[in-house]
């Protein structure tokens, strides 16, 4: 079974530029997250997607990123304009279900971000 | 919210040698996840143990719920389980499950 895949793999831009990062859950999987990981921190939820619906994105800086996940499959993650602490590791996690039963989630190889 | 503390923050150890890695946290959880973050950065699952003991080779978890703490063992170590190791509890917020994730305990296994 093919795991959560993420592009680019690393990514370095200058502060105001912009950057968008892609993901692809395990087939079937109908939870998708995004979490950011700043050095020498455990990761943090950014946004949570059950299908294509936003469940939670209470800690998404909705001034500078934005997340869609279009036919409940696929998902994007942009950051506009980026700033010098968006330096990070972003971490795409899927899940089977969501709700009742508090499934085990499912890491990606994350996209390393570089802002200068 | 949830607090999740692990300790030791860092731990080196000759290989060959056994450790125990300790998660606490601060409510009542009913699911916990231990990962493994090797150089690359991936995180890979290690369990998935709400309560219990389990045991993948040479690693093995317990979970005491009611007490609010989680081990990982890793006996006979080896030079590839360096890495960062995690553990997470889901955290219900906003309608959500997100995990709540400690700060890691750093492994260096050396040769």
């Known amino acids: 079974e093919a795991g959560v895949a993420q592009s680019p793999r690393y990514k370095i831009i200058e502060k105001r530029q912009s950057v968008a990062f892609w993901c692809n859950p395990i087939s079937g999987h109908a939870t998708l997250y995004w979490y950011q990981q700043i050095l020498g921190q455990g990761p943090k939820l950014l946004i949570q997607?059950?299908?294509?619906?936003?469940?939670?994105d209470s800690q998404l800086p909705k001034d500078r990123f934005s997340a869609e996940r279009l036919k409940g499959v696929d998902s994007t993650l942009k950051i506009q304009p980026a700033k010098l602490e968006d330096s990070a590791v972003y971490l795409c996690?899927?899940?089977?279900?969501?709700?009742?039963?508090?499934?085990?989630?499912?890491f990606g190889p994350g996209t390393r971000l570089t802002v200068t | 919210g949830i607090q999740v503390e692990q300790s030791p923050p860092d731990l080196i150890l000759q290989e060959g040698a056994n450790s125990t890695l300790r998660c606490n946290f601060s409510?009542?959880?009913?699911?916990l996840q231990w990962f493994h973050q090797n150089p690359w950065g991936q995180l890979i699952n290690l369990f998935y143990i709400p309560s219990g003991t389990k045991q993948n080779g040479r690693l093995s978890a317990t979970t005491v719920a009611t007490e609010r703490y989680s081990l990982l063992y890793i006996s006979s170590s080896q030079t590839t389980d360096s890495g960062v190791y995690f553990c997470?509890?889901?955290?219900?917020?906003?309608?959500?499950?997100?995990?709540?994730f400690g700060k890691g305990t750093k492994l260096s296994v050396i040769p």
């Open positions: 409510d009542s959880v009913n699911n």
């Open positions: 997607f059950q299908n294509n619906g936003v469940v939670d």
């Open positions: 997470a509890v889901p955290h219900s917020g906003a309608g959500s499950y997100q995990l709540t």
């Open positions: 996690a899927s899940s089977l279900v969501w709700g009742a039963t508090i499934d085990e989630q499912y």
